[in-house]
């Protein structure tokens, strides 16, 4: 998994499908369904709809923290936190070939990691974001470095992503970059997702 990992979240601007729809035209490579506060029903509606979305376009949908909407959607995976399911319950639940993904948060995190059939970890936060409250300090690019360093997964950085910066989280070890704001908050979410890309693409082939 390389490039902009599309994270949903409040899209002022249009609905969630022609967001997400105009995002995988400008070439994000993941597309992860997060809802806070939308019941059962309106998520797995919303789960369903992206899946047809992005059925033959190759990128994956993963839901975030709910197995059973993973599950009743036929989505690729599911991204969980630390406080969500065990990742042991969550893969036999899922089966061998579902992606996972593990957000991290401290060190001790990271190192438990090693020892899982991860997908990517999700190094959480980058740097601090309003859109997600519930998190630690802030890893800041000194800790992504570190993480890169050792960790034998792919990094999905994750925490106050946007243009300006994609660049340096990139030369700092990232594989990939979750945004959420910067793409569905946007007026033109195809233009936004297209800067990310060529923000990624070119520090990306800076460090080959």
Same mark, same amino acid.
């Given at each position: 998994m390389e490039g902009i990992y599309l994270v949903t979240g409040d899209c002022p601007h249009h609905d969630l499908n022609t967001v997400v729809a105009r995002a995988v035209r400008a070439g994000v490579c993941c597309v992860q369904l997060r809802e806070k506060t939308a019941d059962t029903r309106a998520f797995l509606e919303r789960a369903l709809a992206l899946k047809a979305l992005l059925s033959g376009t190759g990128i994956p949908l993963?839901?975030?923290? *709910? =197995?059973?909407?993973a599950l009743a959607a036929g989505a690729d995976g599911?991204?969980?936190?630390?406080?969500?399911?065990?990742?042991?319950?969550?893969?036999?639940l899922l089966g061998n070939d579902s992606i996972i993904g593990l957000s991290?948060?401290?060190?001790?995190?990271?190192?438990a990691a090693q020892n899982l059939d991860l997908a990517y970890?999700?190094?959480?936060?980058?740097?601090?974001?309003?859109?997600?409250?519930?998190t630690k300090s802030p890893?800041?690019?000194?800790?992504?470095? *570190? =993480?890169?360093?050792?960790?034998?997964?792919?990094l999905v950085a994750i925490g106050g992503l946007n243009p300006g910066n994609t660049g340096e989280v990139v030369r700092a070890g990232a594989h990939s970059i979750a945004v959420v704001s910067a793409i569905c908050a946007a007026e033109d979410p195809f233009e936004a997702a297209r800067d990310l890309n060529n923000e990624f693409n070119t520090a990306i082939e800076e460090t080959r």
């Amino acid at each position: 998994m390389e490039g902009i990992y599309l994270v949903t979240g409040d899209c002022p601007h249009h609905d969630l499908n022609t967001v997400v729809a105009r995002a995988v035209r400008a070439g994000v490579c993941c597309v992860q369904l997060r809802e806070k506060t939308a019941d059962t029903r309106a998520f797995l509606e919303r789960a369903l709809a992206l899946k047809a979305l992005l059925s033959g376009t190759g990128i994956p949908l993963v839901i975030n923290d *709910r =197995i059973d909407i993973a599950l009743a959607a036929g989505a690729d995976g599911v991204h969980i936190g630390q406080s969500d399911m065990p990742y042991e319950k969550a893969r036999a639940l899922l089966g061998n070939d579902s992606i996972i993904g593990l957000s991290v948060e401290t060190w001790e995190d990271v190192e438990a990691a090693q020892n899982l059939d991860l997908a990517y970890i999700g190094v959480s936060p980058v740097f601090a974001t309003p859109t997600k409250t519930d998190t630690k300090s802030p890893w800041g690019l000194s800790g992504l470095a *570190r =993480i890169r360093t050792f960790s034998r997964h792919p990094l999905v950085a994750i925490g106050g992503l946007n243009p300006g910066n994609t660049g340096e989280v990139v030369r700092a070890g990232a594989h990939s970059i979750a945004v959420v704001s910067a793409i569905c908050a946007a007026e033109d979410p195809f233009e936004a997702a297209r800067d990310l890309n060529n923000e990624f693409n070119t520090a990306i082939e800076e460090t080959r």
